[in-house]
């Protein structure tokens, strides 16, 4: 089988390496992949953000396929099922962590394109336990970027405090939205048939996203470094710049919420105490559990989202890579074997 991997750490590519098709061990499916998204969290693998990747390790881990195998003592998948596979791939299921419904948070969790070989290939293999039936809805190409990109984004909504059971429902919130890439560009769809009020902040200068906003349902759209119309409920930062953890909470009423999205960040520079001052709040989001995407996939079908993706073959994983990490483009990559 074909497959893009990285080779060196920190290198910032990944390579075209040939390899035997695996087998599936027991509790494993092993998967034909149709598509996977490409993912900010790629970037930081192969651009060594995140320390100690897997060497050589295969990234991508918004895979969708569909099952070829099955090892010993899976149920509930036969062949040809299609699944998705997102980026938590294993936890102990033993840990304070895990015993509390926080398996994202479990020290010894190992995570596909990071520790496990993930999508960017023809083949995968992948712990049965972690991965998903999609909805019928999507095609291959379209339900790819729902596997990280719409995951994190809603568990980011949610710790904002903006999910809700069904559609709308509860206090309607203004809810900022920094960094429109991948993820905010679902989640923003999903905010807006809840019905809350979007405002998306853009980079400066950036017509083409503010646009792409304002065309998925934000109520505003402008840029990062200028003030919303009126004050914010919640704000989700997705872009991974820590200066705009001060800015968020400038914007931010009393007791409301800044939820950083990402996995990495550029430091967060000192501010005064008073932008955190009445209660307003900081958060982190980490990774995610299988709660999460059973929750979010019900929410994609129903809403529904209309993602934007962008394909690319598997051999231009590295075009895919450099064009988003230069901003080239609104939605998401996608690579096709």
């Known amino acids: 089988m074909r497959a893009m991997a990285l080779t060196r750490a920190g290198s910032g590519r990944v390579e075209s390496v040939t390899r035997d098709t695996p087998v599936p061990g027991p509790g494993q499916l092993l998967i034909r992949v149709h598509a996977c998204g490409v993912c900010r969290t790629d970037l930081h693998v192969v651009d060594g953000d995140l320390p100690d990747p897997a060497i050589p390790v295969v990234p991508g881990?918004?895979?969708?396929?569909?099952?070829?195998?099955?090892?010993?003592?899976?149920?509930?998948?036969?062949?040809?099922?299609?699944?998705?596979?997102?980026?938590?791939?294993?936890?102990?299921g033993e840990c304070e962590w895990c015993r509390s419904g926080q398996e994202n948070l479990c020290p010894a969790a190992r995570y596909t394109g990071y520790q496990i070989d993930g999508g960017y290939a023809d083949c995968t293999i992948a712990?049965?336990?972690?991965?998903?039936?999609?909805?019928?809805?999507?095609?291959?190409?379209?339900?790819?970027?729902?596997?990280?990109?719409?995951?994190?984004?809603?568990?980011?909504y949610r710790l904002?405090?903006?999910a809700r059971p069904g559609s709308g429902g509860g206090r309607r919130m203004r809810l900022g939205l920094y960094g429109f890439g991948a993820a905010a560009h679902?989640?923003?769809?999903?905010?807006?048939?809840?019905?809350?009020?979007?405002?998306?902040?853009?980079?400066?200068?950036?017509?083409?996203?503010?646009?792409?906003?304002?065309?998925?349902?934000?109520?505003?759209?402008?840029?990062?470094?200028?003030?919303p119309p009126e004050p914010l409920d919640a704000a989700i930062i997705f872009a991974p710049v820590g200066?705009?953890?001060?800015?968020?909470?400038?914007?931010?009423?009393?007791?409301?919420?800044?939820?950083?999205?990402?996995?990495?960040?550029?430091?967060?520079?000192?501010?005064?105490?008073?932008?955190?001052?009445?209660?307003?709040?900081?958060?982190?989001?980490?990774?995610?559990?299988?709660?999460?995407?059973r929750e979010f996939l019900a929410v994609a079908a129903r809403t529904p989202v209309v993602t934007h993706p962008r394909p690319?073959?598997?051999?231009?994983?590295?075009?895919?890579?450099?064009?988003l990490r230069e901003g080239r483009f609104t939605g998401a990559a996608v690579l096709v074997p």
């Open 312 to 323: 690319y073959p598997l051999e231009d994983a590295n075009r895919a890579l450099d064009d």
């Open 160 to 162: 904002a405090g903006a």
């Open 61 to 92: 881990h918004e895979i969708v396929g569909t099952v070829e195998a099955i090892g010993e003592g899976v149920s509930g998948f036969a062949p040809g099922d299609r699944i998705g596979v997102p980026w938590l791939g294993w936890s102990c």
């Open 243 to 293: 200066s705009l953890v001060p800015e968020a909470l400038a914007r931010t009423r009393p007791a409301g919420t800044v939820v950083c999205a990402g996995i990495h960040m550029s430091d967060i520079p000192a501010f005064p105490y008073a932008l955190l001052w009445q209660e307003r709040v900081v958060r982190s989001v980490a990774n995610l559990t299988r709660r999460d995407a």
């Open 186 to 227: 679902i989640i923003a769809q999903v905010a807006a048939h809840d019905d809350h009020l979007v405002y998306a902040f853009v980079r400066p200068g950036d017509e083409k996203a503010a646009d792409f906003a304002l065309s998925l349902g934000a109520r505003w759209a402008g840029p990062s470094n200028e003030p």
């Open 127 to 156: 712990d049965a336990r972690f991965c998903f039936a999609l909805p019928d809805g999507y095609d291959d190409l379209h339900a790819a970027p729902l596997l990280c990109a719409g995951l994190i984004g809603y568990r980011a």
